[in-house]
């Protein structure tokens, strides 16, 4: 992981500044739909709905990153997904301790895509996040990891 999070340059993604700008903005919307779907589940746990659309908003993030070559994009979403594919085999609730692991998940997923548009240079400078690190990424990562629904 120390790898995949080393630079976050993406300068070696081989497609067109135009389809990183469509990933860009599909992204921020879908990102958005993942934490509207975290909020609803918060007050709702069992919002089958949102759970849905939340698997399907990160999934969906996950397929276009592996098709650009984005690999930090999908070990994060697959890192997010892994945890609600774990809770619903077990027939678990989101507890606040997930959704708020979750959230920070999120939150580094729209960072990193803000990242990238800036770094694609789809987007200025002042859109880019000031606090993701690959440290910070390893964390998450980790954290999200770290939750073994029983």
Partial sequence: MEQLFA???????????ELLSEFVDE???????????????????LNKPAYVALLRALHTIKGN??????EEFVYLTHAMEELLIQLQARNRL???????????GADALQSLVRLLAVKAGVSTPAAAPDALTPLNLE?????????HPR
């Fill in 139 to 147: 964390r998450i990562v980790d954290r999200l990891h770290g939750y």
């Fill in 94 to 104: 989101l507890g606040e301790d997930e959704i708020s692991a979750l959230l920070e």
């Fill in 27 to 45: 992204s921020l919307e879908r990102v958005q739909h993942a934490q509207d779907c975290l909020l609803a589940l918060e007050r709702s746990p």
């Fill in 7 to 17: 630079n976050l340059n993406f300068a070696d993604l081989p497609v067109s500044r």
């Fill in 65 to 70: 990153s592996g098709y650009l070559g984005a």
